[in-house]
């Protein structure tokens, strides 16, 4: 999309000259957050991030880390070094009393900030229960009480997850009790020691799959009990993969979910994963849930309402993709743009059957993963094949919740909001998920893992594919060479294993020799 023209913009000539306060900015949907507020909106004035120190560098040394993201690139070719100008750092940390904040920052984000979103958590679903509320329950009371003192507070828009109410199947644009109140949990994991409370957690979050679901669950209980009339609203995007238009095609920047799947699976490490192939996989682009992000601070600010406003930013319902059709889109695609280093020849599938699954994982994942790191130990080199593989176990196992599983979100509340859009905002913010073209974007989420993730050049899928297909021919000659050695210690007591010993020569040789032409 091109650069927005601000007279015709409702929502650019609503954040002019006013400023806005992040938390969670340099996560995968902070970053394009920032990136879109200061192309989109080129008037706006100023944009705080609260930023932690982390691994040595302070806030202001993150906040140059930032700007060197190829995600950035765009921005400062259309309006130059100086659009970093507005972005300031704020030194804080949700997990700490008042955020963190020195006063001087408290009262510059009290007399200055008109909007505030508020999308800093923690994801991980295997958190221990009393960091998962201390980060997503306690991290969202603190912004609120920050919020309470902001004088010229038009919107507070919290990032939630469609997942919070994962305990129903029909999930719609509403809130939900939880069977116990936020403060009641805040309380029992101030008291408990670490032991006691792993070991009352399964208790205590009950019906839900992880930490993280049930704490988003109890955050969006404590908006709609101490908000009282700050202007908020909710935003509850599905699983969010890569971008779809903007700023740059495919960007990506973890390999979390979808992401870090698809590229165990291009690698060829991964080769079996439990789903339901009929279950939709509820994916959105992360640059549509920006869009919705911004238009919905725009719409609390300029169309007030005593409801709390929810949006289930969902694909399922208006474009439904099912994990089969990610099975049958995004296969061939990685065959087509390879990575340059791949441990084997891409292949496998997805199963319905555990047994099955658990099988092939023995099979396909554990036996070749000891096999390689003993050729490792006995070369001299280090072992690294078994510890990747239980990583990928872990992460696919948290995943299963969401591959065999199916929900219903009911999404009114965002095609409304489409609707008011209006002039070049339609263009500018559209967040229409019917428009996607799925094989199309798994094309540019593919070779968007290869340019942001593998870092990968374009230039370099020449000889990846040329490997790949030596890769290919060599798994074929160690496949047969397993079977040749299987018939060939039967093949003196029966006359078919020795006829099916001397094909498979036959056949060894030939792909040898193809091989030998393919170098």
């Known amino acids: 999309m091109e650069n927005n023209n601000e007279g015709d913009s409702a929502i650019a000539k609503f954040f002019e000259g006013r400023s806005v306060f992040i938390t969670g900015a340099t996560g995968f949907m902070g970053k394009v957050l920032v ?11 100023n944009v705080y991030l609260l930023l932690r120190s982390k691994k040595g560098l302070d806030a202001r040394q993150r906040l140059d880390g930032l700007f060197s993201a190829e995600l950035f690139k765009r ?10 100008n507005k972005v300031i750092a704020i030194q804080g940390d949700i997990s700490f009393d008042n955020l963190g904040i020195s006063d001087d920052d408290r009262q510059t984000l009290i007399r200055e900030v008109s909007v505030v979103f508020h999308s800093a958590a923690t994801v991980k679903f295997d958190e221990p229960l009393r960091t998962s509320v201390e980060f997503n329950v306690l991290g969202t009371r603190r912004v609120i009480q920050l919020c ?5 507070l038009k919107a507070l828009i919290h990032v939630s997850t469609a997942y919070a109410n994962c305990n129903r199947t029909e999930i719609d644009e509403v809130l939900y009790d939880p069977k116990v109140r936020p403060n009641q949990i805040i309380d029992a994991v101030k008291w408990m020691d670490e032991d006691l409370i792993n070991q009352v957690t399964p208790k205590i979050i009950g019906d839900r799959p992880n930490t993280y679901t049930f704490t988003k669950a109890l955050a969006e209980t404590l908006l709609s009990e101490e908000c009282k009339a700050l202007p908020v609203a909710i935003v509850r995007p599905s699983i969010v993969t ?10 990506v920047d973890n390999i979390n979910g979808p992401t870090g799947l698809v590229l165990a699976v291009g690698k060829g490490i991964m080769r079996t994963m439990l789903y339901d192939g009929n279950a939709i996989a509820d994916l959105i682009p992360v640059d549509a849930v920006i869009n919705v992000m911004i238009t919905a601070a725009w719409s609390v600010a300029t169309k007030p309402t005593n409801q ?3 949006y289930n930013v969902t694909s399922g319902q208006e474009n439904p993709l099912t994990w089969g059709d990610i099975e049958r889109i995004a296969f061939p695609v990685l065959l087509r743009y390879p990575s340059v280093e791949v441990f084997r020849y891409p292949g496998g599938s997805f199963k319905h059957s555990r047994l099955v699954n658990d099988i092939s994982c023995l099979f396909q994942h554990v036996i070749p993963a000891y096999l390689v790191d003993a050729f490792l130990g006995l070369t001299g080199r280090k072992r690294m094949m078994v510890r990747a593989v239980e990583k990928l176990h872990k992460a696919i196992t948290s995943l299963e919740d969401f591959t065999t599983r199916q929900w219903q979100f009911k999404c009114n509340n ?13 263009e500018t913010f559209a967040f229409d998920i019917r428009q996607l073209h799925w094989p199309t974007y798994w094309e540019d989420y ?3 893992m290869r340019k942001f993730i593998l870092k990968e050049d ?9 490997k790949l297909n030596r890769l290919y021919y060599r798994d074929s000659v160690v496949f047969f060479g397993v079977l040749l050695a299987v018939c060939h210690l039967f093949a003196r007591r029966s006359q078919l294993a020795s006829r099916m010993w001397f094909f498979l020569a036959t056949l060894a040789v030939r792909i040898y020799s193809a091989l030998n032409k393919a170098r």
């Open 75 to 84: 921005l400062i070719e259309a309006q130059g070094p100086k659009a970093k």
């Open 446 to 448: 593919v070779l968007g």
């Open 35 to 45: 990136e879109k507020l200061l192309r989109s909106c080129p008037g706006i004035k």
């Open 242 to 251: 890569a971008a779809w238009r903007e700023p740059l095609r495919g960007w």
């Open 414 to 426: 965002v095609l409304a909001l489409s609707k008011e859009l209006q002039g070049s905002d339609k």
């Open 458 to 466: 374009h230039s370099s899928l020449p000889v990846a594919r040329k």
């Open 308 to 310: 709390l406003m929810i």
């Open 148 to 152: 309470h003192e902001m004088k010229e």
